[in-house]
């Protein structure tokens, strides 16, 4: 069964602070990625990674910072939190091939609040 | 601008009734559409994916319907149970090596009994 775990699942943060979100898969996947869901917006991209070493640009990546220590690691770091980045938010793993994207496994999610 | 628009944003039906989910996508590039399920406090699951070369993929009582020429599909939920109220995001992905998906902004259904 695939796993990833998300910590912490619940944060409170002040605006300014520096937050990290952790998050471990025990699945032997390359892709790792970091989404945010709002309601009206579904599930949005800020950072992949490929594999340990690696991190790249998603589709909203202003004000967050990624970090792939090792395969089964991947963080999302604010580290000037605004209350805009109030939102939850998810990690996934993957493992591509060549040609075609195949499933992505979800963690339960991080609810972050920036007061 | 959101690549990936579904609608409704919500629906309600009936148990037994069809449920019908839309999806419409702008990047012609896409051509891998998986459908996920999300059931409060949890993440995403996947539920069923076609390809572009398909027009139709069914897995029990789930069924897509993909129209590429116009860039739409949808998601039918036949025979609708209260253990199907969730919320369903269409996603698209252009494939590669980074795999990364796009999605919709959902659309939450309710099944009552």
């Known amino acids: 069964e695939a796993a990833v775990t998300q910590s912490p699942r619940n944060k409170v943060a002040v605006t300014g602070g520096k937050v990290t979100l952790s998050c471990n898969q025990t699945?032997?996947?390359?892709?790792m990625y970091w989404y945010r869901q709002d309601t009206g917006h579904g599930l949005r991209l800020i950072h992949y990674s490929y594999g340990a070493g690696s991190t790249e640009k998603g589709d909203i990546p202003d004000g967050y910072k990624a970090s792939r220590p090792s395969q089964e690691n991947f963080s999302l770091i604010l580290e000037l939190a605004t209350p805009s980045q109030t939102s939850v938010y998810f990690c996934a793993s993957g493992r591509t091939g060549s040609f075609s994207a195949e499933t992505l496994y979800f963690g339960s999610g991080t609810r972050l609040t920036v007061l | 601008q959101q690549q990936v628009r579904q609608s409704p944003q919500s629906l309600t039906v009936w148990e037994g009734e069809t449920a019908i989910l839309n999806c419409s996508y702008e990047d012609s590039t896409f051509n891998y559409f998986p459908w996920y399920q999300q059931f409060p406090g949890e993440g995403p699951a996947l539920l069923i994916s076609?390809?572009?070369?398909?027009d139709k993929k069914e897995d029990g009582r789930f069924t897509i319907f993909f129209n590429k020429r116009e860039k739409k599909l949808s998601l039918h939920i036949t025979d609708s149970q209260p253990g199907d109220s969730a919320t369903y995001f269409c996603a698209a992905s252009s494939g590669g090596l980074s795999g990364k998906l796009t999605f919709g902004e959902g659309t939450q259904v309710t099944v009552i009994s």
């Open positions: 076609i390809r572009s070369v398909s």
């Open positions: 699945n032997n996947h390359n892709n």
